[in-house]
């Protein structure tokens, strides 16, 4: 464990000093969302925070960070996998490319339907208590099928077609609470940074606001880097004990393939 711990965090140093500009990618729309927040009023006090907090102009830079964090996510995975290879994880190579944007679509409309869309439980006609615990459930349903899927975003990025979610789950079968412990240890640390860090601007006297705030902005790059990280040093974890290749499997795109 504290050699795949150790794993996400050096791999994510080296590869914000090799690939400056990818690792900047979601630090400049942190950033850039900070000063939306700022002109709003956000860091002028808890009462300012309050009411900066549903500025719409503030939601949409916040859907924009969400697409932020994920976008490094196709070269660090690569990455790491690539045992650190800076040139070849910066490639733009078929089909990795087209199979990752699939999965950037899919979490990016998760991602929209949370921040804008209707809840779930309400299209299905549930109110109360009964649409809250449902809610719950399907929050922890998607969490717990995410693990399992771990594989076939690692796999996917690499230009693996030959692993796909059902194949995913199988390969992560038995290390599903060796990847939730890596996804704590690996994105608990910076999330705690980060919230710190934009507490702390917001009551800090407003000499420190900009200070604070650039640093939360790199923290924020690191995230994106070890939430990616963390999950692709576990798929490797899982893929090792079921003697599973995540990158060297032939790259069969037909449909019925890249699903399975």
């Known amino acids: ?15 914000a000093r090799l690939c400056p500009l ?5 630090v400049l729309v942190e950033f850039a969302q900070h000063i939306v927040e700022w002109q709003a009023g956000m860091y002028d006090g808890i009462a300012g ?7 719409p102009l503030r939601m949409q830079f916040g859907f924009a960070k969400t697409l932020a964090l994920l976008l490094p996510g196709y070269w660090f995975a690569r990455f790491i996998l690539f045992g650190g ?3 070849r994880a ?41 649409a809250r615990w449902t809610g719950y459930a399907l929050v922890a349903g998607g969490s717990i099928l995410g693990v399992y899927l771990t594989a076939w975003s690692s796999a996917w990025a690499a230009g693996n077609a030959a692993i796909g979610p059902i194949r995913s789950i199988g390969i992560m079968a038995g290390s599903f609470w060796w990847t939730i412990a890596l996804m704590i240890v690996g994105v608990l640390p910076l999330m705690i940074v980060h919230y710190t860090l934009s507490y702390a601007a ?18 924020v790059g690191f995230l ?3 939430m990616t ?32």
């Open 49 to 55: 925070a309050k009411a900066a907090e549903a500025d």
């Open 90 to 130: 910066r490639r733009i190579e078929w089909p990795a490319i087209g199979l990752w944007l699939v999965l950037f679509a899919i979490h990016g409309l998760e991602q929209w339907w949370t921040l804008f869309g209707p809840p779930l439980t309400g299209l299905i006609g549930l109110t109360g208590e009964t």
């Open 202 to 219: 917001i009551v800090a006297p407003a000499a420190l606001d900009w200070p604070l705030l650039i640093v939360d902005a790199v923290a």
């Open 224 to 226: 994106a880097l070890t």
């Open 85 to 87: 290879d800076a040139a």
């Open 22 to 26: 990818l690792f900047l990618i979601p």
């Open 1 to 15: 464990m504290k050699t795949d711990i150790a794993s996400i965090y050096r791999h994510a140093w080296a590869f």
């Open 229 to 260: 990280g963390a999950s692709t040093v576990a798929a490797q974890h899982a893929a090792r004990r079921k003697q599973v290749d995540l990158v060297g499997a032939p790259n069969d795109l037909s449909p019925l393939k890249i699903f399975s």
